[in-house]
């Protein structure tokens, strides 16, 4: 851990690969949050570079593997929509191709409307069954935590449906959106 008010030492290339070998160690890095991490210490900025290269020669620095991984956790232990995954994936600097495939391969087959009553049902603490949301302010807190957990307005329109005392209002909420 960095101790405040002291800046980070600069390493030499060797010293900057086992530094990079340590924070892989720790948890997988794409290629461009690997490279942020060196350039904070490296000596000279082509170092970074030499130490990127000999990482993916070896395998240790793959965004396809990074993306992959992280779609299909975030999908299976968070519950997570599709467009929240992707948008974590950009955000880490996978690129966008990469990152589209990588979340299409996880999504395939999965029934995303009932991704998105798991998510509901976690959120609200209890099954769906036994809840009623019949408040504008209600439906519309959760069809915005649906919408920022990566799901559109037709899969949380559809996973509200469950709980909402009134359709017209859930179908107000849908129409009001973007499309798909």
Do not use: I
């Not at 995954?85 to 955000?91: A, I, N, T």
């Amino acid at each position: 851990m960095q101790r405040a008010g002291r800046p980070p030492s600069s390493l030499a290339v060797d010293k900057l690969y086992q530094y990079a070998l340590r924070a892989l160690g720790r948890r997988p890095h794409t290629a461009a949050e690997l490279r942020a991490k060196l350039q904070r210490r490296c000596v000279d900025g082509s170092d970074v570079e030499e130490v990127l290269d000999r990482l993916r020669a070896q395998s240790y620095v793959d965004d396809n593997q990074v993306a992959e991984a992280h779609s299909e956790y975030r999908r299976d232990q968070s519950g997570l929509g599709r467009r929240r995954v992707l948008s974590e994936l950009l955000r880490r600097g996978v690129d966008e191709g990469t990152a589209q495939r990588a979340v299409a391969e996880a999504y395939r087959g999965t029934d995303e409307v009932q991704l998105a009553r798991r998510f509901l049902r976690r959120k609200l603490g209890k099954p769906l069954g036994h809840v009623t949301v019949d408040g504008r302010r209600e439906l519309g807190r959760l069809f915005r935590a649906l919408a920022r957990a990566g799901f559109g307005p037709t899969v949380s329109s559809q996973a509200l449906a469950g709980v909402s005392a009134d359709p017209e209002l859930l179908e107000a909420f849908s129409d009001a959106c973007v499309p798909e």
